[in-house]
């Protein structure tokens, strides 16, 4: 009995297993950070400037000593001459150059430590700017950091002798994280009673700050709303034991990411979709990756819980 359980155990976490979804995750992350970035540029000196929207040094107050923020890089480079505005263009492309290296699989773990640091550093000197993509992207560049996401679909002359496959523990790790985001935020909005009779539903998609497309209409058909919260409420409450179960895991990936195209759609958070979306992927989407990538399916023991 104990050899049967630690033999699973091992099987399903310590299994060699083609990391194409791996290799996913680090173009989408690149790529949804790059477009992130390149956003924000008409806004650069506004939101990150000493006299943008809100002071740098007023924003940049409640921050410890230790932690990077943009000004530590303005001010070396205001020492050689360079204005504020050419700083933060010199910064935004240096970010933009790691982030596109990284997407192509440039010696990836050196290349998202780096990208991390600009992270953290925009992040700290824009938060009153940021929500809950920029904080996905920061766990992602962070998974690019310890997560072998350079052995495939990258360029070839910096890791010519790299393994084609690794252990399945990587996607694993992925697939709790998304398991318990989903879990825990379906678990707090079940707590209240705006998620069950549709308030929270109708509150987001008519708020100035989220509204997109004119549902008004939805005021003369309240069960709507309802429906759509009970539906919030049941596919990430039910993620974590539906999307492991292999006759369900297609059906939920798919509601997962039809949810996440229609918060995209009416409350306008396109990129933080995004995010979500290549997350969800990565880390259930293994089989379907491995399909549209191979012909052939690579021959690998089998899991106890594919993808």
Not at 34 to 40: D, E, G, N
Not at 130 to 151: E, R
Not at 189 to 216: P, Q
Not at 285 to 306: A, N, Q, T, Y
Request: hydrophobic share 50%; proline share 3%; net charge neutral.
């Amino acid at each position: 009995m104990n050899t049967s359980i630690f033999k699973s155990i091992d099987q399903f976490f310590f299994k060699a297993e083609n990391n194409i979804n791996l290799a996913v995750f680090r173009i989408g992350i690149a790529l949804a950070a790059m477009i992130i970035l390149i956003a924000q540029y008409p806004d650069l000196l506004e939101i990150y400037g000493q006299y943008g929207y809100l002071r740098a040094d007023i924003v940049e107050l409640p921050l410890l000593s230790f932690q990077p923020r943009l000004s530590w890089m303005t001010d070396f480079l205001a020492s050689y001459g360079f204005s504020e505005f050419l700083s933060l263009k010199v910064l935004f492309g240096a970010y933009l150059s790691f982030l596109l290296l990284l997407g192509i699989g440039v010696l990836p773990s050196l290349t998202a430590l780096i990208c991390l640091f600009f992270q953290i550093s925009f992040m700290n000197s824009g938060q009153h700017y940021i929500y809950g993509v920029d904080y996905f992207v920061l766990a992602g560049l962070f998974y690019c950091i310890v997560f072998p996401v350079g052995q495939q679909l990258s360029v070839q002359f910096f890791n010519k002798n790299r393994k084609k496959e690794s252990w399945v523990f990587y996607t694993r790790v992925l697939q709790i994280h998304v398991c318990l985001v989903y879990f825990i935020s379906g678990f707090d909005k079940a707590l209240g009673y705006d998620w069950w009779n549709g308030e929270a539903i109708w509150t987001t998609m008519m708020g100035l700050n989220f509204r997109s497309v004119d549902v008004s209409f939805l005021a003369e058909y309240p069960f709507i709303p309802k429906i759509i919260g009970w539906s919030v409420l049941l596919v990430e409450i039910g993620y974590p034991f539906f999307i492991f179960w292999k006759k369900t895991r297609y059906a939920w990936l798919t509601m997962t990411i039809l949810m996440h195209v229609g918060i995209g759609l009416f409350l306008g958070l396109y990129y933080f979709a995004s995010v979500m979306i290549i997350f969800n992927i990565a880390a259930f989407g293994g089989e379907w990756l491995k399909g549209s990538f191979f012909k052939k399916k690579p021959k690998f023991e089998e899991s106890l819980i594919p993808g």
